[in-house]
C-alpha cells in the first residue's frame, strides 16, 4: 500500500468541507440551543431564590407578628388573672368583714339573751324558793 499524494489532499479537503458544513448547520445552532437553554436555567433559579427569599421574610415577619400577637394576649390574660385576683380579695375581705359583724350581733344577741335569762332566773329564784319551802312545810 502506497500513500499517494493526491487522495491525501482530496480526504482534508472532503474532511474540511464537511466540518465547515456540520459547523454551520449543525454545531453552532446546537451549541445557540444548548447557551439559550443554560441561561434559562440560571434566570429560574434565580427566580427560585428571590421566591424562596421573599417567602423566607414574609415567613419571618408573619412569625414575628404572631409572636406579637400572642404576648399581647398573654398579657391582657394576665391582666384579666390579676383584676379576677383583685376582685376575689375585694369579695372575700368584704364577705369576711359581714360575717365578723354579724357574729359580733349573734353574740351581742346571746350576751344579752343570757342576761335576760340570768335575770328572770334570779327574779323567780326567789319565788321558787318560797314555793319550795312551803312545800317542804306542808309535808311535815
Do not use: H
Not at 436555567?41 to 400572642?70: D, F, N, T
Not at 365578723?100 to 324558793?129: F, H, P, V
Amino acid at each position: 500500500m502506497t500513500l499517494q499524494p493526491s487522495l491525501i489532499i482530496w480526504t482534508v479537503i472532503c474532511f474540511c468541507v464537511l466540518m465547515f458544513i456540520l459547523n454551520k448547520l449543525l454545531f453552532k445552532p446546537l451549541l445557540a440551543f444548548m447557551d439559550a437553554r443554560k441561561e434559562k436555567v440560571a434566570k429560574a433559579r434565580e427566580r427560585a431564590e428571590e421566591i424562596m427569599r421573599e417567602r423566607s421574610e414574609r415567613s419571618a415577619a408573619l412569625q414575628a407578628v404572631r409572636e406579637a400577637e400572642l404576648l399581647a394576649e398573654s398579657e391582657k390574660r394576665n391582666k384579666e388573672i390579676e383584676q379576677f385576683k383583685a376582685f376575689a380579695e375585694n369579695e372575700l375581705k368584704k364577705t369576711e368583714s359581714e360575717n365578723r359583724a354579724k357574729l359580733e350581733a349573734l353574740s351581742e344577741q346571746i350576751g344579752t339573751s343570757d342576761n335576760e335569762t340570768y335575770e328572770a332566773i334570779a327574779s323567780s329564784m326567789d319565788k321558787m324558793a318560797e314555793a319550795f319551802a312551803e312545800r317542804l312545810l306542808s309535808i311535815r
